[in-house]
């Protein structure tokens, strides 16, 4: 970057290090941090608020592909509410413009009310509290969740939530939450699963994630490929009167309409 300037003594040249550019980028990020969500947009637009102390990129990106990956959500906007600063991973992924144009950052704290209007919270479709992964002691960190989610329920009664706790003792304090989900209660029941029926733990991790079916495409084991193939199969449910594929198999036996679906 350079400026030509005019003076008495003839033409000098003065040209800027890329430091003021930088620094110019540095305020400019700043000024966003303290930005909010603006009422118009939250009138025009459809967003949902997520909750979290500290921003690590693998658990925002597992949201963020999750969430999109519902066709009826592509129209949303995420609102990330934290009291952290963004580290270098993170500001890298909220340049992609898939996610620039989607993902909004407020550096904030769901306890205070300032912070929750900033982000629109009343005018949230949802609000998501991820559990605190920073904390060593889990039930401290549950407690701070549960204050979370105390705190937005007052401010937002009629936002609907959803909690992520570890303890199964504390979903009696989130009760009144849409879904809580017990990262402990979870992982206990699939492994006892597990052992009942082996392979229960893949399955179930492969119905909670997104695929396309391209995992293993690359590798020499044909299981793999087969497996990565049908991981990208998806679960619908609907009526079975309403279904252009399997409604005429109302009224018939499980055998018949199995048979001859396989048949075709």
Known sequence: MAS????GNGLNLYRFPLQFEQLAYTWMERQKLGGTYS???AQSEKHVVVCNTTLRADTIMDFLNEFYAH???????????????LDATMKMILQVPMWAQRVIYIQGSALKDTDLTRARMN?????????????????????HTILRSWAVRDFAPNVPQYVQIF??????????????????EFKYALLANNCLCPGTS?????????????EGQTSAEEWHRLYGKCSGNEIYHIRLGDSRFFGEYEGKSFTYASFHSHRK
Do not use: W
């Open 39 to 41: 009422m118009h947009r």
């Open 4 to 7: 030509i300037f005019l003076s």
């Open 202 to 214: 893949t399955l179930v991790t492969l119905l909670l994630h997104t695929s396309r079916g391209q």
């Open 71 to 85: 066709p009826l959500l592509q129209d949303f906007y995420v609102v990330l509410l934290s009291p952290c600063e």
């Open 167 to 184: 303890r199964p003792e504390n979903k009696v304090h989130v009760a009144f939450a849409e879904h809580v989900v017990c990262e402990d």
């Open 123 to 143: 005018a949230a479709e949802a609000c998501f509290i991820l559990a605190a992964r920073n904390y060593v002691d889990r039930c401290a960190a549950d407690e």
